[in-house]
DNA sequence: TCCCTACGTGAGAGCGCTCTCAGCAAGCAT
DNA sequence: ATGCTTGCTGAGAGCGCTCTCACGTAGGGA
């Protein structure tokens, strides 16, 4: 039941360990008809290097880790961004060979733990996938020189490659698909101003408005539905002749439908709403929603990518969906 | 910047690298004075010991793998257990200080790829997360001889220990509302007849109406909205009087509560609906979905529980959560 | 013919750790 | 005193692998 050792492989294809060990790693320096025998050995027994044994000298782990460094409260729920990053990153993890620990980091302790573990040699590298730009771990992993690549630009100043989807952009297509309709009155309810996401597409949100002369309306959300209703009613208690809304998430799209129905506005006759993010639900809204889609799965392997192999730091498009709500 | 080895900390504390290992690993025989020594100098140096090294000679890996045996789109988008599987797991995989090594096992490829992964001595144990549960990977890591716990109650036959949620009881739950707040015709929308999950709740209506003596009303979906949508509809013509019906999903309980806003019906006064799962938008349906919750999060601490200290399978309750389609 | 390169192979060290076993000191009984 | 246990520490082997380096052996030029 025990595992076959390279010591046995050898022995069985008449050669030396260190044959066995260059034909497994793909060495061209090897004869053929001993490639080929030493082949038919590893077949025959099943072999299968122990990576420990290897990683003890290569001073490699062929592993990477991800890491989310929020409490797990939020990770999971409700935000369907992490879904896609942990399916691109394992994917293009799969294709390098590379194994995928994950970490969730989400108490004081659980930083220090994966700072400890992270640094000691365990994994070649880190993606950090903080919604928080301004989260320190990123930088923390970094000074001890272990490569480190962060989900969505980090706000804290440092130059760590990342991946980021095009907030600004998608936040900007958002308002001037709505510009284009001939809405009038542009109302936002923004995201945390403490994340990225919610920072940039509110940028995007200004820049477009006042690149079109008119003016902002804005109410401060937290990317949860709740926030989307309550700040629903505070923009039509604001503006009530406003016509259209753009949510910095379809969360908070999802609650200001609900907010418009309560107060006797129809969507998008009166009033025209966007979302963000293309939320499984927001094609079942009561109107369907139109919204910003992002391509999580491909940051996820643009991350794993760029952790891999080091580069300029990536930002990915995003894509108008057009429904019914605007 | 190279981390300390045992050597240094040995050289440090003026004693053996043994009696570090000693004191790194909590043995008792060591002289107070002694291990107050090495305990600073480990501070000192900042000494993380060498998993590598440690895995070769001790065999182990202190580190689980949490497979996803199924093709990925499935696992992450729709289906909420995950995230709370996940999480659970990493909870005690933390607790336990061992890592989690995330393997996502779509494709046949993918299986292959685990089974060579996880029986060369990477990891101590598996959890097996699949949704169908005839998958037959389990079994074949089980005959592996490496530790193997499942998620959902395997359909294979095979004996391999499991935590599963009480799906028959959550659906008797279920029905049993339904029942004692007067509703005689009970239809049920059933998830797919090859998942324990679609079976088992299937079961717990039908025993629930047959010890009441009503008919059931069966339509087959499988978990989607879209065949919630249809099996409703179904239904509907099957039986036009039916005043109550069961979602396996609440994803399909939302397409149902569709279907029955296009026919006219009324929900819950014409028609009770009650879902499964207590996914984040059944509260805001409309109406909002009475629901059977289940313990996700729970549902991964005993996995990983299980699999770190073996014992018996573990079967957790579920919880009916009244909102107001039902 | 002899040397020199080129190429392929094997011997052996050593990665950082654990763990067995021997060694030594101290305490007790003989 | 001597022998024996008890308690702790250090020496050293070795986990399975990679990688350097030395060692053939064959081929080409002088």
Redesign the interface.
């Known amino acids: 039941?025990s595992?076959p050792t390279l010591e046995k492989v050898a022995a069985r294809a008449g050669v030396s360990r260190a044959t066995v060990s260059r034909v497994v790693n793909g060495s061209t320096t090897v004869a053929e008809h001993i490639r080929v025998a030493v082949q038919r050995a590893v077949e025959e027994l099943g072999y299968?290097?122990?990576?420990?044994?290897r990683?003890?000298v290569t001073q490699r782990?062929d592993?990477i880790a991800?890491v989310f460094s929020e409490p797990?409260v939020r990770?999971?729920?409700?935000d369907?961004t992490f879904?896609?990053i942990?399916?691109g990153v394992?994917?293009e993890a799969?294709a390098a060979d590379k194994?995928?620990?994950?970490?969730?980091a989400g108490s004081s302790r659980?930083h220090e733990?994966v700072e400890?573990?992270t640094?000691?040699?365990?994994v070649d590298g880190v993606i950090v996938a903080s919604m928080h730009g301004a989260d320190p771990l990123p930088a923390a992993l970094a000074r001890w020189?272990i490569p480190v690549v962060c989900s969505g630009r980090p706000l804290t100043g440092s130059s760590l490659p990342y991946v980021d989807i095009d907030n600004v952009g998608g936040a900007e297509s958002a308002v001037r698909h709505l510009l284009e309709s001939g809405r009038r009155r542009i109302a936002t309810i923004a995201g945390p101003p403490d994340m990225v996401a919610g920072i940039d597409r509110l940028t995007g949100y200004r820049t477009m408005l006042r690149d079109s002369g008119r003016r902002s309306i804005i109410a401060i959300g937290d990317f949860t539905?709740d926030s989307g209703f309550e700040g629903m009613n505070q923009l039509l208690e604001d503006d009530p002749a406003l016509d259209a809304v753009f949510a910095a998430s379809d969360m908070m799209a999802?609650g200001a439908l609900?907010a418009l129905r309560k107060a006797g506005r129809r969507v998008p006759d009166d009033v025209a709403v966007i979302g963000y993010d293309d939320i499984?639900?927001a094609s079942?809204a009561?109107p369907p929603l139109t919204t910003i889609r992002q391509p999580t799965l491909r940051m996820g392997r643009e991350l794993a990518r760029l952790l891999l192999n080091p580069g300029e730091s990536v930002i990915l498009p995003t894509e108008l969906v057009v429904r019914e709500s605007a």
């Open positions: 039941m595992r299968v290097p122990n990576q420990a044994a990683s003890l782990a592993s991800l797990p990770v999971f729920s409700d369907p879904a896609g942990i399916r394992s994917i799969d194994q995928v620990v994950l970490m969730l659980g733990r400890r573990y640094t000691s040699g365990h020189g539905r999802l609900q499984p639900s079942y009561d």
